[in-house]
């Protein structure tokens, strides 16, 4: 009996033409391939190693393609003549090693400013951007443990500041009940998850419409003044995450997804929150009581955030 074995093939290639007049759909293309690290072809076609997630990625982008009356395919490819494997690498380490030199140039220009004089939400997105950088390194680039060492010295300094400001606030949120609306969704299980995992281990959590019909709970996620919610381009996951200083990274992760997921303006390109808000929505749907639907929730962003290590 003939035993077969699959055969890895490493590499993706994507290649396509539009319409002429597609402008605003060349860009959009465009765009994505730059978030994915394609590297262009000086011949044709964007290449990516082979893996579920980039495979995935170009399949999108071709179905894409093909809605705009254009033409492109997917190929698996063995490899290039006049591209040996180990220069392909190392043509992908240049392109992230130059855009982790940019960003840690950047970084350093901020930090030498007062945090007094520094733009709001400046070092947030460089973070933000060093994280995006992180998914599409596929090959290790040395520059990434610079950065990486800039931005956690920077944790560090605005752990010590954010400690020495709110360790009288922080007692407040101990021991607490919190109340949510009913039929939690991905943003209020997620930001449950938050509460118990960071901020409160002994949270007590309670679901009614009406925040102000109970004066000991902290409201979370819910249409009033008071409590943790929306907070301009934040949902509650990201309010909550801000207002207590957690600076860990899957948490800085997760809130991309859920911000996405909750929000679904694609600030931040994560589509990995839409399975989980299906599932939740499944759940919903089979007439679980709230707290069993929390609780399932949580224990889904918990598997999320081990999944990140």
């Known amino acids: 009996m003939a035993v077969t074995t699959e055969i890895h093939i490493p590499w993706l290639l994507l290649v396509f033409s539009l319409p002429t007049k597609s402008a605003s759909q060349r860009v959009e293309i465009w765009r994505k391939l730059q978030r994915y690290g394609t590297l262009a072809l000086r011949s044709s076609g964007h290449v990516l190693p082979n893996n579920p997630v980039n495979q995935e990625r170009m399949e999108w982008l071709a179905a894409a393609i093909r809605t705009y009356k254009g033409q492109a395919s997917v190929v698996q490819v063995q490899g290039f003549d006049d591209l040996p494997a180990a220069h392909l690498k190392g043509l992908f380490t240049e392109a992230r090693s130059r855009d982790y030199q940019q960003l840690l ?61 709110g360790r ?64 301009g381009e934040d949902c509650t996951f990201e309010t909550l995450q801000k207002e207590f200083s957690i600076k860990d990274g899957r948490v800085r992760r997760i809130g991309q997804i859920i911000h996405d997921t909750d929000l679904g303006d694609e600030k931040f390109g994560r589509v990995e929150g839409q399975g989980l808000d299906k ?20 224990d889904l962003i918990e598997g999320l955030y081990e999944s990140l290590a």
């Open 105 to 165: 140039h950047e970084a350093k220009k901020l930090l030498a400013l007062s945090p007094a004089r520094r733009p709001g939400g400046r070092l947030n997105r460089i973070r933000r951007r060093f994280l995006d950088l992180q998914d599409i390194d596929f090959f290790g680039s040395p520059v990434r443990a610079k950065v990486e060492d800039l931005l956690a010295q920077a944790d560090k300094v605005e752990t010590l500041t954010a400690g020495r400001k």
């Open 279 to 298: 599932v939740l929505n499944g759940w919903a749907k089979q007439d679980l009581p709230d707290d069993e639907l929390l609780q399932r929730g949580m």
């Open 168 to 231: 009288g606030k922080s007692g407040e949120y101990v021991n607490r009940l919190w109340v949510t609306r009913p039929r939690p969704g991905i943003d209020r299980v997620s930001s449950a998850w938050l509460i118990r995992r960071f901020i409160d281990p002994k949270a007590r959590f309670i679901f009614d419409v009406e925040p102000n019909a109970h004066a000991d709970a902290i409201p979370f996620d819910m249409f009033c003044p008071q409590g943790f919610g929306h907070r």
